[in-house]
């Protein structure tokens, strides 16, 4: 039997990165990205796996991700083998978008459940912990706009598991963890 795995999508700066660190102090695992850009400071291989565009395709050609997407000319997707590997040991979860969580139902084989969760924030919100994780304001622009654009209607037109109102951290876990893990 596999663990549950969980996507986890947002607009930016609706604290999915948070979240997900607060899970794997519970047990949870997470699933490494592969992507293409360059690193932000103090990300390691532990947040995603750094290639080059060759490499990247190369991986796409064989069919191994799960899912890919375009953000701001990077390219970043997860392998199959990655979640394979993962969902042996723990509940897996990884942060993608709309599309990534369609394309991940599409292509998803396996023995154990696949959850989708959606988490929301206010608008101010999510500007407020763009500009405090030191993104740019041409970068905080760019999200902005990119999520009015597809967030709303992700929101409303996928089948979403579980939907969550991000405001209190502890509060936002215990939900996910009882969902994905009933009776624990």
């Not at 969580?101 to 924030?121: M, T």
């Not at 999510?126 to 709303?152: I, M, W, Y």
Request: proline share 3%; charged share 25%; net charge negative.
């Amino acid at each position: 039997m596999r663990y549950p795995f969980v996507t986890l999508t947002g607009r930016s700066g609706a604290g999915k990165t948070t979240v997900v660190r607060a899970l794997q102090e519970l047990g949870f695992s997470e699933a490494v990205s592969t992507t293409t850009r360059e690193p932000r400071t103090g990300e390691t291989e532990r947040d995603y796996t750094f290639v080059d565009q060759e490499t990247f395709r190369s991986i796409d050609y064989e069919n191994e991700f799960l899912e890919v997407v375009e953000f701001s000319g990077n390219r970043y997707g997860i392998t199959r083998n990655e979640i394979y590997e993962k969902t042996q040991h723990a509940p897996t979860l990884i942060v993608v978008d709309g599309h990534g969580a369609e394309q991940i139902l599409d292509r998803y084989e396996s023995d154990g459940p696949l959850y989708r969760v959606f988490l929301d924030v206010s608008l101010s919100t999510s500007c407020d912990r763009l500009n405090g994780r030191g993104d740019t304001p041409e970068q905080v622009g760019k999200r902005l706009s990119h999520d009015a654009d597809l967030f709303g209607a992700w929101k409303q037109e996928i089948d979403w598991d579980l939907m969550i109102y991000n405001q209190d951290l502890l509060q936002t876990v215990h939900t996910i963890s009882a969902f994905v893990r009933p009776g624990e």
